[in-house]
């Protein structure tokens, strides 16, 4: 593959040499891996999406939201681009997320580009990629880049960890229903939007978010929020209300960020974060090689029969490693 042209393709925006370099970033073959990061080392880097992270439990409404909210993105002239990381997929084998076939209107516009959650065997390798998807969709010029995930706990800390804003998306339910709502979670939030609120569920969604935005009121204040954030709104994904509010607020909450320091520096602590997962996740793969596990298992033998001391041991396999 020639990554010059492909640097090129993605650049000019086109959608075909996009889906090739995500294809790329999601392989986990060595020599892809390395055309990768070569890949990921020549794009142009002033371009900056708008990132949004959306979590929410299967069945909050995530892709009618997704397909409401990016057709009146794209009406208004922007480029949306979608992406998942899905929790479910390792465990499944099949992606619940980011399916073109639930986003019908959209994955037909030429200004949006859907792609699900690429399938791994653990979060990190899913987020690691998903985060270089999000890269490479910037140097796309997409405007908009929603990350999409399933509410279900470490998925969502992922997201945050790449998106400048983070909304959460809940359905009408009962009083008691708060606490179904894990506390990090919502801690994370810059928006909370009630979705469903329409017909006979309206009642209950102004209650909803009533309840939320008590809850929200009572969390400690950020200093990335502006007077009023975090905030709970409610929307009709279905009927399409409440969707061009809800982008007046991720637009009111990111100028007011940007004008005072928070984007960037949120973007510089993410880049730091991204790094040093990746070393991690590096250094931990070298342990998977098959020499390093032959090692590993010779020298844990010869621990356990009290033939050479623990730390001397680990410290032998690390020099090991190092050559
Ligand atoms: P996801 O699993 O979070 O992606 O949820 P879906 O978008 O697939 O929606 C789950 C169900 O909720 C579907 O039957 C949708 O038609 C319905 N739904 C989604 N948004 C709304 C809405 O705004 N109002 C109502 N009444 N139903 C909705």
């Known amino acids: 593959m020639n990554i010059d042209d492909l640097v090129k393709g993605i650049a000019a925006g086109e959608r075909r040499a996009l889906a090739r370099g ?53 009406a208004q002239g922007l480029r949306v681009a ?49 985060r270089e998807a999000v890269a490479l969709c910037e140097a796309a010029g997409f405007d908009v880049v929603l990350i999409e995930t399933v509410g279900v706990g470490q998925s969502e800390t992922v997201v945050a960890e790449m998106s400048d804003v983070f909304l959460l998306l809940l359905a009408p339910a009962g009083g008691d229903e708060l606490q179904g709502v894990k506390r990090g979670i919502m801690e994370m939030a810059d928006i909370i939007v009630v979705n469903k609120a329409d017909g006979d569920l309206k009642p209950a969604a102004s209650r909803t978010c009533a309840d939320y935005a008590g809850a929200l009121r009572l969390l400690r204040k950020r200093p990335q929020d502006p007077d009023g954030f975090p905030k709970a709104m409610m929307v009709s994904a ?29 973007r510089a602590a993410q880049a730091r974060y991204w790094f040093e997962q990746t070393v991690k996740h590096t250094l931990l793969a070298q342990l998977e090689a098959p020499k390093a596990k032959a090692a590993l298992s010779e020298l844990s033998d010869l621990v356990a ?18 050559r």
């Open 238 to 266: 279905l009927q399409e209300s409440g969707l061009s509010e809800t982008w007046g607020e991720v637009q009111a909450l990111t100028d007011w960020r940007r004008a005072n320091g928070f984007w960037a520096r949120a």
């Open 305 to 322: 029969q009290g033939a050479i001391d623990p730390t001397k041991a680990a410290q032998d396999f690390v020099a090991q490693l190092e």
């Open 22 to 74: 995500i294809t790329l970033v999601e392989s986990s073959r060595e020599d892809h891996r390395a055309q990768a990061t070569a890949l990921l080392a020549a794009l142009p880097k002033e371009r900056e999406a708008l990132r949004i992270g959306l979590s929410g439990t299967p069945g909050v409404g995530k892709s009618t939201f997704i397909e409401s909210f990016g057709m009146m993105l794209i």
């Open 82 to 130: 979608v992406l998942a990381i899905d929790p479910s997929s390792s465990r499944s084998g099949g992606s619940i997320l980011g399916d073109k076939t639930r986003m019908d209107l959209l994955s037909r516009e030429k200004d949006a580009f859907i792609r699900p959650s690429p399938s791994q065997t653990h979060l990190g390798g899913v987020a690691r990629r998903t």
